[in-house]
């Protein structure tokens, strides 16, 4: 199992971002994806999730309305596009896959003026 997350950077208070993860080693389209993040100090915390087919989504309380998680399982790919993102948004994201223990290198988020 390989995840190699991307697409993160620094943005000021209300910008955006899309994140991607593309997954290997696995049969994606069958799995749910998950998008966790971290930040400096903090426990590791889950984002959003989605199933297989997409027919169902997951967001954290403090996320909802403003990410959207989505992926193409033709591609093997993940997505986490983030608007109207805050300081607190800070983190290092990670995508998983429901079932394995693999974590990929993660991509940092810095959103700061």
């Known amino acids: 199992v390989q995840l190699v997350e991307s697409g993160g950077g620094l943005v000021q208070p209300g910008g955006s971002l899309t994140l991607s993860c593309v997954a290997s080693?696995?049969?994606?389209?069958?799995?749910?994806m998950r998008w966790y993040r971290q930040a400096p100090g903090k426990e590791r915390e889950l984002v959003a999730q989605?199933?297989?087919?997409?027919?169902?989504?997951y967001y954290a309380g403090s996320v909802k309305d403003r990410f959207t998680i989505s992926r193409d399982n033709a591609k093997n790919t993940l997505y986490l596009q983030m608007v109207s993102l805050k300081p607190e948004d800070t983190a290092v994201y990670y995508c998983?896959?429901?079932?394995?223990?693999?974590w990929g290198q993660g991509t940092q988020v810095t959103v700061s003026s």
């Open positions: 998983k896959a429901n079932g394995f223990d693999n």
């Open positions: 989605i199933t297989p087919a997409s027919s169902s989504t």
């Open positions: 080693g696995f049969t994606f389209r069958t799995y749910d």
